[in-house]
């Protein structure tokens, strides 16, 4: 199972104490609970002045309870791998310094420390992301920002965080555009935006080529929230930018679900339509409530969710080199530090059960099989030149008339919806 569960823990919303809360209130996870097990975490909302040093796990590794074997971080192990995901910035990693060589600098101490945990624990890295949105520098943007000054310490943050990238071994290079939109049109230049951050995601390609960095390079779509509107809508917005400006063979797309029902469309929509495209290559576990406004990186339990994201990952053969992020962070009220754990348990369980509903249904061939037939007059006839791409509209009209006067009007078929529920319920 592992094959096709890369699952990966979340180091900001996991280890990280300002990261463990709601988006309005303060951490309720005191260091007195998270620091006897050897995680203590850097709290610059309690006291600004503690080593940064906290931020990585020290001291003992904690273990797993029976099955959880991607989660044991005692010793490196040949048989599977616990995979990290994280930002090199100053919320996450390294504070920030008063200039960006100093924010450098500190950077390089804690990955110098983070690459021998890497080794001691046979941790990796599954993608590294860059903050371009918290400081009030990225207030009116990073890439689109209308001050090149801005843009131009983003593409040195930027540098920083593919050299990063680079020296832990990341898998994944994440972009995020919290701040790459707009919210007020009567302010924004949206085609001078959508060029500059283009221009600036090909400097990011010109670089990696030219440091040797082998990763595979994600968006992530958003539809709002910090931006009234981000320009990273959906994944569909997605690909239509990266097509327009010749970069869709440089980037595939990092679907987060709960940003996916922010943009009004159902939970797996986001997975289904970047894998149609060829351009699905990692995901964000995660899940939301529908009924509010904002993201709120919930740990996925839904199995008809989970179902549905690995079915199409199965059918697309696999997420690799991306994988299944647990972007998520537990409940305010869920105080208690095992909490952390079952959440995480709780997820794997939820997919581990999704991948097996997924391949039972894929065996079975009965939804597969409807489905097929349902397209089955593409496959001969003037539907198979459609399908092929070689028929004309004179063709469409020759074909209707001739049918029209055979058979009158093209017969109506039911779509039979609720029978694919009810035979899909049957799996879950």
Request: hydrophobic share 35%; net charge negative; glycine share 8%.
């Amino acid at each position: 199972m592992e094959d096709w569960l890369r699952f990966s823990v979340c180091y900001w919303h996991s280890f990280c104490g300002t990261a463990i809360t709601e988006t309005w209130l303060d951490n309720n996870i005191e260091s007195s609970v998270v620091e006897p097990s050897g995680f203590s975490a850097f709290r610059p909302d309690r006291d600004p002045t503690i080593t940064e040093m906290g931020r990585i796990p020290l001291g003992p590794r904690p273990s797993t309870g029976p099955g959880m074997k991607e989660l044991r971080w005692s010793q490196p192990r040949s048989d599977s791998e616990l995979l990290l995901s994280f930002s090199p910035s100053l919320v996450d990693m390294a504070p920030e310094g008063s200039t960006l060589e100093e924010s450098n600098r500190n950077l390089d101490e804690m990955t110098d420390l983070a690459l021998q945990l890497q080794s001691q624990t046979g941790v990796r890295v599954l993608w590294v992301t860059c903050n371009l949105f918290a400081h009030p520098r990225y207030m009116n943007g990073a890439a689109t920002n209308p001050d090149c000054h801005v843009l131009a310490y983003a593409g040195a943050q930027l540098k920083k965080g593919l050299d990063t990238a680079q020296k832990l071994g990341a898998q994944n290079f994440v972009f995020w555009g919290g701040r790459e939109g707009f919210l007020t049109i009567h302010n924004t230049d949206v085609a001078a935006e959508l060029k500059h951050m283009a221009n600036f995601f090909k400097m990011a390609v010109k670089y990696r080529e030219k440091i040797g960095l082998k990763c595979q390079f994600l968006i992530e779509p958003k539809p709002k929230e910090p931006c009234k509107h981000q320009y990273d809508y959906d994944a569909v917005s997605v690909i239509g930018f990266l097509k327009h400006y010749g970069l869709e063979n440089d980037f595939k797309l990092n679907i987060e679900p709960n940003h996916t029902t922010l943009a009004g469309h159902s939970y797996e929509h986001d997975v289904v339509m970047a894998s149609a495209f060829g351009m699905l290559g990692s995901v964000d576990s995660n899940t939301g409530s529908p009924d509010l406004g904002w993201d709120t990186d919930q740990f996925p339990m839904d199995i008809r969710n989970a179902t549905l994201l690995m079915k199409t990952i199965i059918e697309q053969g696999g997420l690799q080199p991306g994988g299944l992020n647990f972007d998520a962070k537990v409940r305010r009220e869920s105080t208690d530090l095992e909490d952390l754990f079952i959440a995480h348990i709780g997820a794997m369980d939820t997919f581990a059960r999704g991948l097996r509903n997924a391949v039972r249904i894929i065996e079975d061939g009965i939804i597969p099989g409807m489905v097929k037939d349902r397209y089955s007059s593409f496959s001969h006839g003037i539907g198979q030149k459609v399908e092929e791409g070689s028929a004309s509209l004179e063709e469409m009209e020759s074909f209707s008339v001739t049918s029209s006067s055979r058979n009158g009007e093209p017969k109506v078929t039911s779509g039979k919806q609720e029978k694919y529920e009810s035979i899909f319920n049957h799996y879950i």
